[in-house]
Nanobody, 125 residues
Framework: QVQLVESGGGLVQAGGSLRLSCAAS????????MAWFRQAPENEREFVAY????????YYADSVKGRFTISRDNAKNTVFLQMNSLKPEDTAVYYC??????????????????WGQGTQVTVSS
């Protein structure tokens, strides 16, 4: 079983930055692809970024490419999302997600088995 706890959300002005963290419990963190998703009110949950279990592959949604960076520290069982040049349309609840061990990385929420409770990010114009 894997438990995920996000932190770092908040209110920021457009153009600002935030860094989200996701702490994972349980073993085999280093064998899992980790991802960030987000969900705005009345919208479906959408993919933001993932990093493969070995850190060798990262992938971003077009809407955040060049502005957001995903990283992980396997020694601390933590994944991060650095968000720069934030826009009002980035406002959403951000969720950390983990796949089962050694699965092929994916962008669909259905491919992720473990989820955090979410952290609110609000970007004011």
């Amino acid at each position: 079983q894997v438990q995920l706890v996000e932190s770092g959300g908040g209110l920021v002005q457009a153009g600002g930055s935030l860094r989200l963290s996701c702490a994972a419990s349980g073993r085999t963190f280093s064998s899992r692809t980790m991802a960030w998703f987000r969900q705005a009110p009345e919208n479906e949950r959408e993919f933001v970024a993932y990093m493969s279990w070995n850190g060798g592959v990262t992938y971003y949604a077009d809407s955040v490419k060049g502005r957001f960076t995903i990283s992980r520290d396997n020694a601390k069982n933590t994944v991060f999302l650095q968000m720069n040049s934030l826009k009002p349309e980035d406002t959403a609840v951000y969720y950390c997600a983990a796949q089962r061990a050694l699965q092929t990385s994916a962008t669909s929420p259905a491919r992720y088995d473990y989820w955090g409770q979410g952290t609110q990010v609000t970007v004011s114009s």
